[in-house]
């Protein structure tokens, strides 16, 4: 199986930059994508940015410009740097990864996992 530990986050203000960070462990034979989600409530969980393996970063609409994403294949990690927050961009943010591993109840067979969820504020 694969676990996801999110950190980084909290509360800032309107302009202001953050960065979350995530890793990925466990019995892991590949990762193809790992990237960032949100989700407020009422609302369907978005895209906020993702790289998958041998293709282009891919970032929502609402935050191109904004937001980077960057991974390191060997540490199995992926980080989101956010600059000029805004309050629309409050929400619980996850991280995912479409991840192979060699046990656990998907074992052989790419699966998404998700983290726990960290909450980030942006007061206006």
Known sequence: QVQLVESGGGLVQAGESLRLSCIATGDILVISAMGWYRQVPRKQR???ASITTGRDPMYGDSVKGRFT????????TVDLHMSRLKPEDTAVYYCHADAT??????????????????????SP
């Not at 994403?69 to 199995?76: G, L, Q, T, Y």
């Not at 591993?101 to 942006?122: C, E, K, M, N, R």
């Open 46 to 48: 978005e895209l906020v």
């Open 101 to 122: 591993a060699s046990s656990g109840l998907y074992y052989l067979t790419p699966h998404d996992y998700w983290g726990q969820g960290t909450q980030i504020t942006v």
């Open 69 to 76: 994403i960057s991974r390191d294949n060997a540490k199995n």
